[in-house]
C-alpha cells in the first residue's frame, strides 16, 4: 500500500488528485473496517488511517480514507472545535489552498462566509496570488493558509497580505512544515538537483524549510503570534492516539 501512494503522489498532477482522490481513498477504506481511530474532521471511524508520503518510508496511519485528512488536518479541526469561536461565531473567512477534508463541511456553516482562493487548484472559488491578495484591507475576521509559505517566493509579503486583508481582532491559522533543529529558518538556492532538494526540504518543491523561528517569521508580517503547544500541554496520549494527531507540532494563533 505505501509504495501504490508513493507512486501516486509523485506521478500524477496535484490537480487531478484534488478531483478523484477521495474515490480511490473511500474504496481502500473499506479493507479498514473498525474503530480503533476516529477523525475528528469527518467523526468516521477505522481500524487505522492509510499510509501517506511520496516515498516508500512514508507515514502509517496518516490519511482519513472518508475525507481525507491527514495528521495537521485533524489537528486543526480539533483546535477550532476546542480554542476558538470558529463555529459558533458569525466569521468572514478566507481560506488559501483549501483542503479537501474542510472545503464542503465549512461552505455548509451558516455561520461563515467563507471563501476559498489559491493560484492553481481546481477545489477553490477564486484565483488570486497570495502576493496579491485581490481583497479590500480590513476584509476578513479568519484566514486559514496552511502548508504554502514553504512553497512561495517572498514569504514575509504573503504572510503581510494575510494581515492586512484581515479586519482589526481578527486571527490567522498559517501553519508550514518545521524542522526543530534548526534555529532559524534554512534555504538553499544552490541546491537544484530534485532529489536532493527533497532530502534538504521534505519535498522537492518546497523552497525552505522553517525552524524554532517560525513565530518569529509570521510576526515580520505583522502578527501577534501565540505558540500554542495544544497537543503537548491540554490533550490526553489517549486523545493523540486515538486522532492519531502529529504529537508535536505547535499551533501558530496569528492575530491581528
Known amino acids: 500500500m505505501k509504495s501504490i501512494i508513493s507512486l501516486v503522489l509523485r506521478f500524477i498532477p496535484r490537480p487531478y488528485l484534488q478531483l478523484t482522490g477521495h474515490w480511490v481513498a473511500r474504496m481502500l477504506g473499506l479493507f479498514y473496517t473498525g ?33 481525507l485528512s491527514l495528521e495537521r488536518h485533524r489537528l486543526m479541526g480539533l483546535y477550532l472545535k476546542r480554542k476558538t469561536n470558529f463555529f459558533t461565531a458569525k466569521l468572514k473567512v478566507l481560506h488559501v489552498a483549501p483542503e479537501y477534508c474542510f472545503i464542503d463541511r465549512f ?20 484565483k488570486m496570488d497570495i502576493h496579491r491578495i485581490p481583497f ?31 479586519k482589526p481582532g481578527g486571527w490567522a491559522l498559517i501553519q508550514s512544515p518545521q524542522d526543530m533543529k534548526y534555529a532559524v529558518t534554512y534555504e538553499d538556492a544552490s541546491i537544484t538537483d530534485p532529489r536532493e532538494r527533497e532530502k534538504h526540504f521534505l519535498q522537492n518543491d518546497h523552497l525552505r524549510l ?43 494563533f496569528c492575530e491581528k
Open 136 to 166: 479590500p484591507d480590513n476584509t476578513f475576521d479568519v484566514a486559514f493558509c496552511n502548508h504554502v509559505m514553504e512553497h512561495v517566493d517572498d514569504y514575509i509579503l504573503a504572510m503581510s497580505e494575510l494581515h492586512r486583508v484581515l
Open 35 to 67: 474503530n480503533n481511530v476516529e477523525c475528528p474532521v469527518c467523526e468516521s471511524k477505522y481500524r487505522k488511517f492509510l499510509p501517506y508520503g511520496r516515498n516508500t518510508s512514508s507515514r502509517e496511519n496518516a490519511l482519513c480514507p472518508h475525507c
Open 210 to 252: 522553517f525552524g524554532r523561528n517560525y513565530g518569529r517569521e509570521l510576526e515580520k508580517g505583522g502578527f501577534r503570534v501565540k505558540e500554542d503547544r495544544f497537543v503537548m500541554d491540554e490533550l490526553s496520549r489517549e486523545e493523540v492516539e486515538r486522532y492519531a494527531l502529529p504529537s508535536e507540532e505547535i499551533v501558530y
Open 107 to 126: 461552505e455548509q456553516m451558516k455561520n461563515l462566509d467563507y471563501i476559498t482562493a489559491d493560484i492553481e487548484s481546481p477545489l477553490a472559488k477564486v
